[in-house]
């Protein structure tokens, strides 16, 4: 993220039980311009708040949704304790920073910050994956359409790759989708040259 974020607008929940520190951080949201709802239940779904606070001393599995392959929104854990298991706890449902308990005012909002920076750079990090996986998944069908083009043309494997390769530059598509063309046969090649 290269820009701090406005919170002007947004919608936080505090899964947390009333005390001192869920008052500090509801006060210190209305500063930012952030709307607080608390709640200890679980949480039924992600996109019902911008951003999520989760008691990480006494949460539990079923507290948060389940995610998925993306990260559902920022995750903030408020920790007041230094158990091994409480912070793996915490990491394990994707908090992305931590707010230390007894809350410090000076505190929330650089966490807030960098929960949702971190959040951006993994749905980023999950699309790019996404992207990368489906490319390897439809590699066969480039290797298909340069053994058909090889066995069409009496070329070598290096040519008929160049020629698929240099028709999907000049037509701005992937090498699968013109493979893809070539296979069904609804794509053309030029000559080699």
Not at 33 to 60: H, Y
Not at 96 to 113: D, N, W
Request: hydrophobic content about 45%; some cysteine.
């Amino acid at each position: 993220m290269s820009r701090t974020p406005n919170f002007t607008g947004w919608h936080a929940v505090i899964l947390h039980r009333g005390d001192s520190n869920t008052e500090r951080l509801e006060r210190q949201f209305g500063l930012l311009g952030i709307r607080a709802t608390r709640q200890w239940e679980p949480l039924a779904a992600w996109d019902i708040a911008d951003l999520v606070l989760v008691d990480a001393d006494q949460g539990w599995d079923d507290l948060l949704p389940s995610q998925g392959d993306l990260p559902g929104k920022p995750l903030v854990a408020l920790l007041g304790s230094e158990a091994p298991g409480r912070i793996a706890w915490a990491m394990q449902q994707g908090a992305s920073a931590i707010i230390p308990k007894p809350v410090a005012t000076s505190s929330i909002y650089p966490a807030l910050v960098m929960a949702v920076s971190i959040h951006e750079e993994r749905l980023s990090v999950a699309q790019r994956l996404q992207f990368l996986e489906e490319r390897v998944r439809m590699r066969p069908l480039v290797h298909a359409a340069v053994e058909k083009l090889r066995a069409a043309r009496g070329l070598d494997e290096e040519r008929a790759y160049l020629l698929l390769r240099n028709c999907a530059m000049k037509r701005r598509l992937t090498m699968e989708q013109i493979a893809a063309s070539v296979l069904t046969g609804a794509e053309h090649l030029p000559e080699v040259g």
